[in-house]
């Protein structure tokens, strides 16, 4: 890879990845796609403020881009659930149509673990192989679905171009305030009665080191990344010192209705499941096909954002 480009460069992980893509010796230049400008400065960092359902064959081209990662995505839908979901899976076309017309050699694709589904019969833990499952889920959830398989599919019908998708569980760590991973970490936490699933966490340079590492070795094929160990759902509630309301998933879904109906929440209900089930993932093709190992578990990646937190709120 020589030059890169970055969709959602000015994002959490965006950033993040521009810095380490920055210290790659191979990087010749990265190439930003926001529609924001990032915060980060990169010297090998050229900037193209562009929504992805826009043109973006010319920057591909003339940047002379050879690999591209697609971080950008709407993650809080809002009110309108209908042009945020067209907002993901028509920019993702878009950008596959540019790819294929510049001829990128590698593309990566940053997915999540929620495209397996927070379902009752899901294994101890999960492989690449497991089907999507939209049974269950949130707005996010089955958008990341559509836009995984529609990378699945590119990847079947251009076997010339390298193609990777990373499934990852919850990104945390001491940037992630504010973030789609620390979202679930609201000053009273919901808990579903009779319900204590594991949850796994990925930390922040874990989650770049491992994109950085399948870029370098043009992997192709569906990578599952987490952070090693689980931890059941009332141990995070715990650790984060957290106060919890425990009420049937029925009553949860109920309240959260009402509360979309009267206007006093802006995310869409849905993903009480998340609550109930367990998404654990396995991650030996990653460690054994890679050969990349997490420097953080699970609960290390946990604590070191309740850690940074803690130290925001003494120095304020």
């Known amino acids: 890879m020589r030059t890169v480009a970055v969709t959602g460069i000015s994002g959490y992980v965006g950033s993040r990845l521009c810095e380490a893509l920055e210290r790659a010796d191979e990087v010749e230049r990265i190439v930003g796609i926001d529609v924001k400008p990032p915060a980060v400065e990169c010297r090998k960092l050229v900037f193209c ?44 076309r878009n950008l596959l149509e540019a790819c294929l017309q510049c001829s990128v050699e590698g593309l990566l694709y940053l997915s999540s ?21 939209q049974r269950y889920g949130s707005p996010y959830s089955r958008d990341k679905a559509r836009v995984d398989q529609m990378f699945q599919d590119f990847a079947e019908s251009h076997p010339d171009v390298s193609v990777t998708i990373v499934r990852s569980c919850p990104v945390i760590g001491p940037g ?105 993932l396995d991650t030996t093709r990653l460690k054994e096909t890679a050969g990349f190992q997490p420097r953080y578990s699970s609960t290390e990646a946990l604590r070191s954002y309740l850690d940074a937190g803690l130290s925001a709120a003494s120095k304020g």
Not at 59 to 82: E, K, P, S, Y
Request: hydrophobic content about 45%; overall charge negative; aromatic content about 8%.
């Open 176 to 280: 992630a305030a504010g973030t789609a991973g620390a979202v679930m970490f609201t000053p009273i936490m919901m808990r579903c009665l009779g319900h204590d699933p594991r949850w796994q966490f990925t930390h922040e340079d874990d989650l770049v080191e491992a994109i950085v590492t399948l870029l370098r070795q043009r992997q192709r094929g569906i990578f599952n990344v987490a952070g090693d160990g689980s931890l059941a759902y009332s141990e995070l509630v715990r650790m984060a010192g957290k106060r919890s309301i425990v009420l049937p998933a029925l009553l949860w879904s109920l309240l959260l209705k009402l509360s979309w109906w009267l206007h006093l929440q802006s995310d869409a209900p849905g993903g009480v499941e998340f609550f109930k089930y367990p998404i654990v």
């Open 49 to 92: 403020q562009r929504d992805l359902r826009e043109a973006l064959g010319d920057v591909l081209a003339d940047n002379q881009v050879d690999t591209v990662v697609h971080l950008a995505f709407v993650i809080r839908h809002g009110r309108d659930l209908a042009g945020a979901s067209r907002i993901n899976t028509d920019g993702c």
């Open 113 to 133: 673990n929620t495209v397996y589904g927070p379902n009752p019969d899901n294994p101890d833990v999960i492989t690449e192989d497991r089907p999507l499952n």
